[in-house]
């Protein structure tokens, strides 16, 4: 028996709910490859479905895979609307490069109304054939001319295998993927990503079974030339003339090219310890924007994308993409999909801001973009990101003194699946969610510099429920940038994880009850100026605290210490006093000393207490960078510190990616000690790592 589903519809007043059967039919006209199968691995492959609905849409679709050697699908591109013409849905082009292991894909695409509820889908079989015929490795081209696929013959079950590369001239040391465990019959493939352009390399398959390790034929090539018609960043390299070496085993800086009102806009990049590019990413040619969030184990990133979601006028931040090096797209999400996955789920702010009415009334709430962060660190591979959240207040909340009520900016955290679904979140604004944590964060708290937001304001993310009837400017309350899975510190026993963020307005790090879902979304405790911690100043710093904070965690698998970048922002704010400090620059602030600091601290959470020495540090990075910002502790000691907005004249900003070493003895306060200078465009974040297969986990 077929059981209906039904639409219900309320009257203006609310006085009157009726609901009527829902007939409305989603029938698939087509799913079609641009290429038949098979096809060889390397080769691009974009699908497309085509739907009519009979009811009134929109419609939106979904495309999983299962590979030759799962035995489950997995989401590769999750619900998006289409485009109607004529009558007809057209789904948004999904595009596949397979260079992983040959055999028979089965390629799915579910397509949903999701006002109806009505759904249907299709499988098609796609084979894709090795291009290993013999012997030998095999070389294959990719679209980006710095990233090719290597695809070696087949190795024995119970082996592993790599690929190791190095240029010819053998000045650098060679390069190594991570080891990929084989599966006989098939070929195996890795992506090559780290080379300089034009530069002869050769490079092998390396086969490990048990304690002995056999090399393979090695193939010789020259990667190719830049592109010269993508706006390449720039670099140059400061090096002090004496001290130590810089760290010789991290020769990977990777660039998050963010800037502020700059175009054309730059593609992500990598470069060595030179400053040489060897490897980028630039989606569309950058038609839209890009935030590159995390390098992930093994090769690829996490990134937040401005592109088309379900409400076609807004763009900004909508799309979370897992890439690989060759940047193929890997997993995808929207804020479209999210907002209903969380309405699932009970979520109250969760839904989409358009449908709120305006002018938006006291007490509605919404999420309306990804933004700063998101992490592959969970437990079983799952994925935590930060959205917007926007909801109204009353009239005088914060201090706004408009007299209308108030639109506060607030953050969520949600935690995917692998699949990318949502399994958990965190509403700042929702007391049922947070407990004592909501009382340890009263919106009631303004932001400590009292920021705020226009429809369009640079460094803010999309408003929607600016307008009519609204005090004209949303307040910029938290301004999360940061995430950090902390594991093993929650719980009986501390057996589950925590998460820890970073809010730049409040000038807090804070940790919240997570416990691995288990928890209950209290804010555990505060650090920062007027926190839960009390910071034991034992040199007499005019202002030991940091504020507007970035890239805050723990570093050592979470042993500590955490790591931050001090922006200083609220340090540099105080008005200068008599007792010292620079005018119009701050009382905390000593002549020359009005800098960002990198700063590395000790904390006990059973005393409640933080703290530089002895193993903490603060370095003075020589220059003020009012936003952005990045902080690690390097294997050797050394720190690395991205000092992102230098500004050098009234028309030029430079971002600083600076390998720092520790002072011999405490107190390591006080002046940085630069080994290493890489000086580019202004930029939010970075990293210092051994390759592009082993980034830092923090």
Known sequence: MKTHKYLCFSTLAGLLTFCVPAFATVAIASFTPSHKSPQ???????????????????????FNMTGPKATQAALVKDFNVGTLSGGVWTSQPFVWIPTGVEGAYHIQVVIKDFSSGETTSKTATFVVDPVVTGSSPVIVRTANPLVILFSAPSCAAGSSMRAVFQEKSASLPPIATNWTGCHPTASMTFEIAGMLPSTPYSIYAETRTGSKTANGPTVNFTSEALSDTIPFPTFTVSQPKSGPPSDTTNLVLLHNMIQFGTAPALPEVATDLGGNIIWYYYPNDLTNGSILTRPLQGGGMLTLQDDVSWDPTVTKEQLMRQIDLAGN?????????????????GAIDGGPCRAIPTPAPVGSGCVGAFHHDAIQTLPNGWT???LDLEKIFPAGTQGDKSGLPVDVIGDMIIVLDTNWQVRWYWDVFDPAGGGNGYAKLPVSRAAVLGETCGSNTSGCPPVFLLGTGIAPLAHDWLHANTLYYWPNSGGPNNQSGDIVWSSRHQDWVMKIDYRDGAGTGDTIWRMGPSGDFAFENAYNDPWPWFSHQHDAGIENGGSGPMT???????????????TGGVPGLGSACKPNDCDSRGMAVSFDESAMTVSVSPNGVSFDLGAYSNAMGSAQLLANGNYFFENPIVVV????????SMEIAPTPAAPQIGPANVLLDVVGPEHYRGWQMPSLYFPPTT
Not at 50 to 57: E, L, P
Not at 329 to 345: F, H, P, S, W
Not at 564 to 578: E, W
Not at 649 to 656: F, I
Request: no cysteine; hydrophobic share 35%; proline share 5%.
């Open 40 to 62: 060889p691995i390397g080769k691009t492959i974009t699908w497309t479905a085509t739907a009519t609905d009979t009811g009134a849409g929109p419609l939106t679709f979904q």
């Open 329 to 345: 797209i890997v997993r995808e999400t929207n804020m479209g999909i999210i907002q209903q996955q969380l309405k699932a789920l």
């Open 384 to 386: 935590a990101a930060l």
């Open 564 to 578: 931050i970048f001090d922006n200083g922002n609220t340090r540099v704010s105080q008005p200068a006093t008599s």
């Open 649 to 656: 004249n009234l028309n030029t900003t430079t971002g600083d």
